[in-house]
């Protein structure tokens, strides 16, 4: 399994599904409101091969979990156009050495991928044409496929450039086509409202200014405002209602009416102006609204700004400029003072002082030698590296961190649901409100022209868009604030639930402690240390990198082994070539073997326990020849967040494989009461599970990767990052800067994102309910003309989107 296509909760449901799944991420255009999502999202779980499907209003993207063996990529993009929209995509034309009429085959068979929407050939040019989703696929990606295949490519011809922007793209396109109906309506809906004034004044006579008003707002209504009618059209197919659904019906009853009163069918005035007044009023809500969800995933586009688009190559005895994505695991590339890093990689020569802010968060520039690891992203403020390539392109660090704020963006919450079941009855309840409000007034016996008047102002000033943007945005904008400090939320979920939890368990080392272990004190004689370091060499363990990092500051090198075998909880065990076998690990390891424990080095072992110290003895061949007595620090704001913790009212709680002395005594410098020792990775789980029954959902912080189980078993995983691949980390959060008081924001910016989603559902709740029976001539002496409900209802979007975005400055 690709961890850089597949997230690990994807992984879960191919195991469920029994089959190889990918998740792909579609840009999905023409979507206004949750009807829209929820029509995309039916559509697209109606494609054999699609296992889930979750369509996000907020980003208009909706993310796809396929069985790689059944899936028919193009039949995403068919069954999406089905329900009426769109997916954003992007075109290549690759220019080919020769083409013939049997290449064509090869090809299509070569791009025959996920990714890929459609290929078109070009004989005479000798071309091929591929229309692509870019999210899933380069056109440089695709390029290397046909070389591969056999084919020299001369030229490549790009629709665009090809980058991680690709939602602003289409966001702007859909701005375009907003502007160029705004341009028509705008000067045409101002002179009905000059000549309405003019004829108010006797200046024009009552049936000129009807029959001008009906010139002018023709093609308001249907230019301007097609957008709405092919919407209502298209919903209409799909057995829905939507926003779109509520302006046509509003502004064509105004228009159709009226122009029966003009030719004198009906009796009563014209409502020319208020059907064009409509239409240009949502439209220009429609504008100010998308533009402010634009700016709701701009932080997301500052970290792909971050990622530079090509990197000088050594090619021999040149440097060659080419795109990050060509690049390949150990090429060297070379990075020039005031450059930005474009691959992650290890410094092959060179030194420099690199400005690491953007992963880090610390502003002073770290020095980075030969050997050391750079990141994609940061920036060489001073020096000059070659640099051995480990990730490129999309897999680099920064990469990562980008797909996974995109996805949890998408993601949704639980309360999302709710509002869901509520925004697919909204509509019908809203168009039947309509027609009452039409028949009570008729039988009251009001003029016909005034029901109609009320009936399209029920219409028009009902907004299911700001009940549908109302989670979703928050989601977008809290992420993104997220992903700025260094926070990767992997799944929003994480965030309503971690403001519900009342207790939060703490791994002990590398979470409350640095992680960085260090060898303090050896018992037994002088081979004790280069038999700990031979068996522990080959761990990743923090304690077996302290003692092979002691042994080699001291000189000790350690001896090949024949086998190594790492027992979890326990220890390791190494065989010498000379049969010995070598076991370093704690109590349960030395009882384990039945090993002979010599009473000096138990008393010994004691007391440094008593001081805090972890001990791990080194046994050869069933007897313990000595042990080493390994101390951490704390993490200086570890005391800090702990307090500032209990002051949320949050309960703390610390989790630990260490023995029970050296565990509280940590404990008891940070003020934490409850402590549970000596547990191994199952044991850790079983205790979430207990804590779990007694104070409700339970979030846990730790390490990611020993603490993986424990992690996924909590209703919130937290995990420290480490500059690792975070696709592979366990958890729902990883804390990127490795700082504890990381937690401290998330759960800030946690509570604030929810009570801002809790502001907007409010608010769209009641507009709608305070609106609506005004817009019916419910409360005597009010009267509200379609346009002004229009207003009204352009607004109320606005003020959702608008109010989420004061989440981008949360002083977090």
Same mark, same amino acid.
């Given at each position: 399994?690709?961890?850089?296509?597949?997230?690990?909760?994807?992984?879960?449901?191919?195991?469920?599904?029994?089959?190889?799944?990918?998740?792909?991420?579609?840009?999905?255009?023409?979507?206004?409101?949750?009807?829209?999502?929820?029509?995309?999202?039916?559509?697209?779980?109606?494609?054999?091969?699609?296992?889930? =499907?979750?369509?996000?209003?907020?980003?208009?993207?909706?993310?796809?979990?396929?069985?790689?063996?059944?899936?028919?990529?193009?039949?995403?993009?068919?069954?999406?156009?089905?329900?009426?929209?769109?997916?954003?995509?992007?075109?290549?034309?690759?220019?080919?050495?020769?083409?013939?009429?049997?290449?064509?085959?090869?090809?299509?068979?070569?791009?025959?991928?996920?990714?890929?929407?459609?290929?078109?050939?070009?004989?005479?040019?000798?071309?091929?044409?591929?229309?692509?989703?870019?999210?899933?696929?380069?056109?440089?990606?695709?390029?290397?496929?046909?070389?591969?295949?056999?084919?020299?490519?001369?030229?490549?011809?790009?629709?665009?450039?090809?980058?991680?922007?690709?939602?602003?793209?289409?966001?702007?396109?859909?701005?375009?086509?907003?502007?160029?109906?705004?341009?028509?309506?705008?000067?045409?809906?101002?002179?009905?409202?000059?000549?309405?004034?003019?004829?108010?004044?006797?200046?024009?006579?009552?049936?000129?200014?009807?029959?001008?008003?009906?010139?002018?707002?023709?093609?308001?209504?249907?230019?301007?405002?097609?957008?709405?009618?092919?919407?209502?059209?298209?919903?209409?197919?799909?057995?829905?209602?939507?926003?779109?659904?509520?302006?046509?019906?509003?502004?064509?009853?105004?228009?159709?009416?009226?122009?029966?009163?003009?030719?004198?069918?009906?009796?009563?005035?014209?409502?020319?102006?208020?059907?064009?007044?409509?239409?240009?009023?949502?439209?220009?809500?429609?504008?100010?609204?998308?533009?402010?969800?634009?700016?709701?995933?701009?932080?997301?586009?500052?970290?792909?700004?971050?990622?530079?688009?090509?990197?000088?190559?050594?090619?021999?005895?040149?440097?060659?400029?080419?795109?990050?994505?060509?690049?390949?695991?150990?090429?060297?590339?070379?990075?020039?003072?005031?450059?930005?890093?474009?691959?992650?990689?290890?410094?092959?020569?060179?030194?420099?002082?690199?400005?690491?802010?953007?992963?880090?968060?610390?502003?002073?520039?770290?020095?980075?030698?030969?050997?050391?690891?750079?990141?994609?992203?940061?920036?060489?403020?001073?020096?000059?590296?070659?640099?051995?390539?480990?990730?490129?392109?999309?897999?680099?660090?920064?990469?990562?961190?980008?797909?996974?704020?995109?996805?949890?963006? =998408?993601?949704?919450?639980?309360?999302?649901?709710?509002?869901?079941?509520?925004?697919?009855?909204?509509?019908?309840?809203?168009?039947?409100?309509?027609?009452?409000?039409?028949?009570?007034?008729?039988?009251?016996?009001?003029?016909?022209?005034?029901?109609?008047?009320?009936?399209?102002?029920?219409?028009?000033?009902?907004?299911?868009?700001?009940?549908?943007?109302?989670?979703?945005?928050?989601?977008?904008?809290?992420?993104?604030?997220?992903?700025?400090?260094?926070?990767?939320?992997?799944?929003?979920?994480?965030?309503?639930?971690?403001?519900?939890?009342?207790?939060?368990?703490?791994?002990?080392?590398?979470?409350?402690?640095?992680?960085?272990?260090?060898?303090?004190?050896?018992?037994?004689?002088?081979?004790?240390?280069?038999?700990?370091?031979?068996?522990?060499?080959?761990?990743?363990?923090?304690?077996?990198?302290?003692?092979?990092?002691?042994?080699?500051?001291?000189?000790?090198?350690?001896?090949?082994?024949?086998?190594?075998?790492?027992?979890?909880?326990?220890?390791?065990?190494?065989?010498?070539?000379?049969?010995?076998?070598?076991?370093?690990?704690?109590?349960?390891?030395?009882?384990?073997?039945?090993?002979?424990?010599?009473?000096?080095?138990?008393?010994?072992?004691?007391?440094?326990?008593?001081?805090?110290?972890?001990?791990?003895?080194?046994?050869?061949?069933?007897?313990?020849?000595?042990?080493?007595?390994?101390?951490?620090?704390?993490?200086?704001?570890?005391?800090?967040?702990?307090?500032?913790?209990?002051?949320?009212?949050?309960?703390?709680?610390?989790?630990?494989?260490?023995?029970?002395?050296?565990?509280?005594?940590?404990?008891?410098?940070?003020?934490?009461?409850?402590?549970?020792?000596?547990?191994?990775?199952?044991?850790?789980?079983?205790?979430?599970?207990?804590?779990?029954?007694?104070?409700?959902?339970?979030?846990?912080?730790?390490?990611?990767?020993?603490?993986?189980?424990?992690?996924?078993?909590?209703?919130?995983?937290?995990?420290?990052?480490?500059?690792?691949?975070?696709?592979?980390?366990?958890?729902?959060?990883?804390?990127?800067?490795?700082?504890?008081?990381?937690?401290?924001?998330?759960?800030?910016?946690?509570?604030?994102?929810?009570?801002?989603?809790?502001?907007?559902?409010?608010?769209?709740?009641?507009?709608?309910?305070?609106?609506?029976?005004?817009?019916?001539?419910?409360?005597?002496?009010?009267?509200?003309?379609?346009?002004?409900?229009?207003?009204?209802?352009?607004?109320?979007?606005?003020?959702?989107?608008?109010? =989420?975005?004061?989440?981008?400055?949360?002083?977090?």
């Amino acid at each position: 399994m690709n961890y850089a296509d597949t997230s690990i909760a994807n992984v879960r449901v191919g195991l469920r599904f029994g089959g190889r799944t990918r998740e792909v991420t579609l840009k999905i255009i023409g979507m206004h409101c949750a009807t829209c999502s929820l029509t995309v999202q039916k559509a697209l779980l109606s494609v054999p091969g699609v296992l889930t =499907a979750n369509v996000s209003l907020a980003s208009d993207e909706a993310k796809v979990v396929v069985d790689e063996a059944r899936i028919d990529y193009k039949a995403l993009l068919r069954a999406v156009q089905r329900a009426g929209y769109d997916v954003y995509r992007e075109e290549v034309k690759v220019y080919l050495r020769s083409l013939n009429p049997d290449d064509e085959s090869a090809i299509t068979k070569a791009l025959s991928r996920i990714g890929v929407f459609n290929v078109g050939f070009d004989l005479t040019n000798h071309s091929v044409i591929i229309e692509y989703n870019p999210l899933d696929i380069t056109s440089d990606e695709l390029t290397t496929m046909l070389r591969r295949s056999g084919f020299t490519v001369i030229n490549v011809s790009k629709a665009s450039e090809v980058d991680l922007d690709v939602d602003k793209r289409t966001v702007e396109s859909d701005l375009r086509d907003i502007l160029l109906r705004l341009v028509v309506a705008v000067p045409l809906t101002t002179a009905i409202f000059i000549m309405m004034i003019l004829t108010m004044t006797s200046l024009i006579p009552i049936p000129l200014y009807n029959l001008l008003s009906f010139i002018l707002a023709t093609p308001v209504q249907f230019y301007s405002g097609w957008r709405f009618i092919k919407g209502a059209v298209r919903a209409f197919h799909n057995a829905t209602a939507n926003m779109d659904t509520l302006v046509a019906l509003g502004t064509l009853s105004a228009y159709v009416f009226s122009i029966l009163v003009l030719i004198n069918l009906l009796p009563g005035t014209t409502f020319f102006d208020s059907s064009a007044a409509v239409i240009t009023f949502v439209l220009i809500g429609r504008y100010l609204e998308v533009r402010a969800r634009l700016h709701a995933s701009s932080a997301i586009r500052e970290l792909a700004r971050l990622q530079p688009r090509v990197a000088r190559v050594i090619k021999g005895n040149t440097e060659v400029e080419v795109s990050v994505t060509e690049v390949e695991p150990g090429d060297l590339v070379v990075v020039r003072q005031g450059e930005a890093i474009p691959v992650d990689g290890i410094v092959d020569s060179g030194e420099g002082y690199v400005d690491e802010s953007s992963m880090s968060g610390e502003y002073m520039p770290v020095h980075r030698v030969s050997g050391d690891v750079v990141l994609a992203g940061t920036h060489l403020v001073r020096g000059y590296f070659v640099i051995r390539t480990t990730r490129n392109g999309r897999y680099t660090l920064l990469s990562q961190i980008i797909k996974l704020a995109r996805q949890a963006q =998408a993601s949704r919450l639980p309360i999302q649901s709710l509002v869901d079941r509520v925004s697919a009855v909204f509509t019908w309840a809203v168009i039947s409100a309509g027609i009452l409000t039409l028949i009570t007034w008729l039988l009251l016996g009001s003029p016909i022209y005034l029901a109609v008047m009320h009936m399209a102002a029920v219409l028009v000033v009902a907004c299911p868009c700001a009940l549908g943007l109302a989670t979703p945005i928050s989601v977008v904008v809290g992420v993104g604030r997220a992903a700025q400090k260094g926070i990767i939320i992997k799944d929003a979920n994480a965030l309503e639930k971690l403001v519900k939890a009342r207790i939060v368990a703490f791994d002990k080392t590398g979470t409350l402690t640095m992680g960085k272990p260090r060898v303090f004190s050896i018992i037994g004689d002088e081979n004790v240390l280069a038999l700990a370091a031979t068996a522990e060499a080959k761990s990743e363990h923090p304690l077996a990198r302290a003692i092979v990092e002691y042994a080699m500051e001291r000189g000790v090198i350690p001896s090949d082994v024949l086998s190594f075998d790492s027992i979890q909880g326990m220890g390791v065990i190494s065989q010498l070539g000379d049969g010995s076998v070598i076991a370093v690990g704690n109590e349960r390891l030395v009882k384990g073997m039945e090993a002979e424990l010599p009473k000096y080095i138990e008393d010994e072992t004691q007391r440094l326990r008593g001081l805090g110290y972890t001990v791990v003895y080194v046994v050869v061949n069933n007897t313990v020849r000595g042990a080493l007595a390994i101390g951490d620090t704390l993490r200086p704001e570890a005391p800090r967040v702990i307090s500032e913790l209990r002051k949320l009212g949050i309960n703390v709680v610390m989790l630990t494989g260490d023995n029970e002395v050296n565990a509280r005594l940590i404990a008891r410098k940070l003020g934490i009461e409850e402590v549970h020792a000596n547990l191994l990775p199952d044991d850790k789980v079983n205790i979430i599970n207990e804590l779990r029954g007694k104070y409700g959902l339970i979030a846990m912080v730790g390490d990611g990767i020993n603490d993986a189980a424990a992690l996924n078993a909590a209703d919130v995983g937290i995990a420290m990052g480490s500059g690792s691949d975070i696709t592979k980390e366990a958890g729902d959060v990883v804390l990127l800067r490795n700082r504890l008081d990381q937690l401290i924001d998330l759960i800030t910016l946690s509570r604030r994102v929810l009570n801002n989603i809790k502001f907007n559902l409010i608010y769209a709740f009641l507009y709608n309910v305070i609106l609506i029976p005004i817009a019916a001539g419910v409360v005597p002496g009010i009267t509200v003309r379609p346009e002004w409900a229009g207003l009204a209802m352009a607004l109320s979007s606005i003020t959702v989107t608008l109010n =989420a975005l004061r989440l981008r400055y949360s002083h977090v």
